[in-house]
């Protein structure tokens, strides 16, 4: 097949010899989980539970809330001991709601989930939608974007290819080269399921090429399916973003403000497979993930199977615990991960990596001023103008901001990474990303309430114009039967 290449890129260290070829290994249940209730993008999931609750495995412990959200379950069986704030994987450090579950050691399932659904190719999509909506499956590649709402596109727009993402660009990550070497059977039937409810009749799984043998299980796996190819792609960073991997696969450029999906293309996770495998084969819900804990301060990384909820600090203790000194802990991978506030934080449903990075793996060095060298426009995925996005954002001229195109900013971190005067450029635009945002919720909470109060007036209006419209024709009535009255008052008087 042929590829198409993509714009820019940069090609970091992989990193990834450290547990490249460590076989998953399973973390044992921990005596304490902590479930946030907000694991991925949108609304947060609301608490079904509260303490002193007794639960099982699989049991539904909070729920989705509005069109875009996810539901969480047990972990394990045991006793609710609070729902109360907690600090959160986030770099802010903020406490966020949280389900605290204190485990049993019964690990008992729940009686009442679902069946598993033999032959999911003879369901509608609608039925499996619900299943994955019910599972709480969110993206597992780090976006964390409810799985079933992509899986609805099929129901918006004409899909034809489902593309699976497989690339793992990230340094250090190897989690989803594990899956695919160790769960190809699982891998592919998730997507097949996804792409008979997408109506996607073609599948694409892409790999980088620095996975060679996650790229020959795959190929072995999809043999007996003329639909499905397994694609090699260059080891290039970005090329995991999904807009990127589209345009190698397509040579379609997603316009911007536009999804991969207006071009028929729909991405999902290699892990994302797995999970909806599990839900519609096995009728279970999303309780764990494989995660990659790596670095150069730990001493032994690993690639770990552990329940959602586990706190980081005993998932790096399972790896031996830090060798040196750790400068910065990572959620996800060093490009576009974000910094954790410390390891006593749970693991949650995107999380990809857990990096803790020594000093030289920092590397931190003290900015200077831009010499308008034009690298990092060179070597923009985006075909955007760094240099000057980050000059205008400096001054806080957001709009200009915005027409020099920093909405279609991935935040891959690339001209960040090869600035030679080390300026922070991405943080320029995940802030202005954010405050764009901020903005436009704003004017369209406006927008609401201007229609809603235009909505009442035009109500008012047209009550007050019904009420003085009956009146009128009260008034006409009685002035029709006060001159009717005395018409027939004067007929029946005498004649003279």
């Known amino acids: 097949m042929k590829l198409f290449p993509i714009r820019g890129g940069i090609h970091p260290e992989y990193r990834k010899e450290r547990t490249a070829e460590k076989a998953i290994v399973s973390f044992p249940t921990p005596a304490m989980l902590y479930i946030p209730l907000q694991q991925h993008i949108g609304a947060p999931a609301e608490a079904v539970v509260q303490a002193g609750d007794l639960v099982k495995k699989g049991q539904l412990l909070a729920k989705g809330v509005g069109a875009v959200s996810a539901p969480s379950h047990a972990p394990t069986s045991g006793s609710i001991e609070a729902v109360a704030e907690i600090t959160a994987p986030h770099p802010s450090g903020l406490p966020q709601l949280t389900i605290v579950l204190k485990a049993d050691g019964k690990d008992e399932w729940a009686s009442d989930l679902p069946a598993p659904i033999a032959d999911p190719f003879a369901a509608s999509p609608d039925e499996i939608r619900a299943r994955v909506a019910w599972a709480g499956i969110v993206g597992l590649g780090g976006?964390?974007?409810?799985?079933?709402?992509?899986?609805?596109?099929?129901?918006?727009?004409?899909?034809?290819?489902?593309?699976?993402?497989?690339a793992e660009c990230e340094p250090y990550l190897t989690c989803d080269d594990r899956v695919m070497r160790e769960y190809a059977g699982e891998v592919l039937d998730g997507a097949r399921i996804m792409a008979h409810t997408l109506g996607a009749?073609?599948?694409?799984?892409?790999?980088?090429?620095?996975?060679?043998?996650?790229?020959?299980?795959?190929?072995?796996a999809t043999k007996a399916f003329a639909n499905i190819e397994v694609i090699g792609v260059p080891v290039q960073y970005p090329m995991g973003s999904e807009r990127h991997l589209t345009q190698a696969i397509t040579g379609l450029e997603t316009p911007a403000r536009k999804l991969t999906a207006d071009l028929g293309v729909v991405v999902h996770n290699v892990m994302t497979a797995r999970a909806v495998h599990k839900a519609v084969r096995e009728g279970k819900p999303l309780l764990s993930r494989v995660v990659t804990v790596s670095g150069g301060a730990v001493q032994d990384p690993k690639n770990i199977e552990a329940l959602i909820g586990t706190k980081l600090s005993e998932l790096v203790g399972f790896?031996?615990?830090?060798?040196?000194?750790?400068?910065?802990?990572?959620n996800g991978g060093p490009m576009m991960g974000q910094p954790l506030p410390g390891l006593d934080v749970p693991l949650v449903k995107g999380m990809s990596g857990i990096l803790a990075l020594t000093s030289?793996?920092?590397?931190?060095?003290?900015?200077?001023?831009?010499?308008?060298?034009?690298?990092?426009?060179?070597?923009?995925?985006?075909?955007?103008?760094?240099?000057?996005?980050?000059?205008?954002?400096?001054?806080?001229?957001?709009?200009?901001?915005?027409?020099?195109?920093?909405?279609?900013?991935?935040?891959?971190?690339?001209?960040?990474y090869i600035c030679p005067s080390h300026i922070p450029l991405v943080h320029y635009f995940n802030y202005a990303k954010g405050m764009l945002n901020a903005q436009d919720r704003e004017?369209?909470?406006?927008?609401?309430?201007?229609?809603?109060?235009?909505?009442?007036?035009?109500?008012l209006e047209k009550a007050a114009a019904a009420k003085k419209a009956a009146a009128a024709a009260a008034a006409a009535a009685k002035k029709a039967a006060a001159e009717a009255a005395s018409t027939s008052t004067a007929d029946n008087r005498p004649s003279a």
């Open 143 to 166: 976006a964390a974007f409810p799985t079933p709402v992509k899986l609805n596109l099929g129901a918006q727009l004409k899909i034809h290819t489902l593309l699976l993402n497989g």
């Open 201 to 220: 009749g073609r599948i694409v799984i892409a790999i980088e090429d620095n996975k060679p043998e996650a790229q020959r299980i795959m190929r072995d």
């Open 360 to 416: 030289a793996e920092v590397n931190e060095r003290p900015s200077s001023p831009c010499i308008r060298c034009g690298t990092c426009v060179t070597i923009c995925p985006c075909g955007l103008v760094p240099v000057e996005m980050a000059a205008v954002i400096r001054k806080d001229h957001l709009d200009q901001a915005a027409h020099l195109g920093v909405m279609d900013c991935v935040s891959c971190g690339s001209c960040s």
């Open 443 to 459: 004017k369209r909470r406006l927008d609401r309430v201007k229609h809603l109060a235009e909505a009442r007036n035009e109500r």
């Open 319 to 330: 790896c031996g615990g830090l060798a040196k000194d750790a400068r910065r802990f990572v």
